[in-house]
């Protein structure tokens, strides 16, 4: 069965550049989280989107800005990168609410 | 009073034993609990899910427990494997509030052979 695809899976920037990551939900899935999860910690919720429209708003800076496309794949991205921005980026996709199914991650190092 | 496990960072076990992983969450108006499976450098990967109306549910060697009373739920894992080695999440939603998991500190399971 298809999976939630994340891309890049890693990713080094140095500090104050920007990044983009991307999510592809599992086909036909309607709704796209992001969560944070820094090393040794719990995952984090940054953003939801459903149906394209923005729906929960968690701790995610001000620097970080998200969409989700005509066809439901999401951006995250991200400027003015911070040292304590690296970390492990889940996107996870559900179906009207239910079982979130977490894509693989973007680990992404900030020097 | 009622004895309540405690979470723990770290748990050690030997192949063939039983496990169990506990978590106090947070929210009392959470109305839906999950249980997530995190292998390294790997995303969390659902496990067994329990909504607030019921106390018990079973998996395939997997029970979760859920404690309203004292915000409480425990995650049993029958004859653990090498396999099962990995960090466990317990995760929260209030619906009323959103869909967002709220996650919980996660414990560290190493089933030795």
């Known amino acids: 069965a298809a999976g939630v695809i994340q891309s890049p899976r890693h990713l080094i920037k140095e500090k104050r550049e920007t990044a983009t990551l991307k999510c592809y939900p599992i086909?036909?899935?309607?709704?796209v989280y992001w969560y944070q999860q820094g090393p040794g910690q719990d995952p984090q919720f940054l953003i939801s989107?459903?149906?394209?429209?923005?729906?929960d708003k968690g701790s995610i800076p001000d620097r970080f800005s998200a969409q989700q496309f005509s066809d439901y794949h999401s951006e995250l991205n991200m400027s003015s990168l911070e040292l304590g921005d690296s970390a492990l980026y889940f996107c996870?996709?559900?179906?009207?609410?239910?079982?979130?199914?977490f894509g693989p991650g973007t680990r992404l190092t900030v020097t | 009073g009622e004895s309540v496990g405690l979470h723990l960072p770290t748990l050690s076990v030997q192949e063939g034993d039983n496990s169990i992983i506990n978590c106090a969450y947070s929210n009392s108006a959470s109305d839906y609990f999950i249980w997530y499976k995190q292998e390294s450098g790997k995303g969390p990967q659902f496990i067994i899910d329990i909504r607030s109306n019921m106390d018990k549910r079973q998996g395939q060697r997997v029970t979760v427990l859920l404690n309203k009373t004292v915000k409480h739920l425990s995650l049993q894992i029958a004859a653990t494997q090498p396999g099962d080695s990995a960090v466990y999440f317990c995760a929260e939603i209030d619906n009323q509030a959103g869909t967002a998991l709220i996650f919980g500190k996660g414990t560290t399971l190493s089933v030795s052979s």
């Open positions: 989107f459903y149906e394209k429209m923005q729906s």
């Open positions: 996870a996709s559900s179906l009207q609410g239910r079982e979130q199914y």
């Open positions: 086909p036909r899935h309607d709704t």
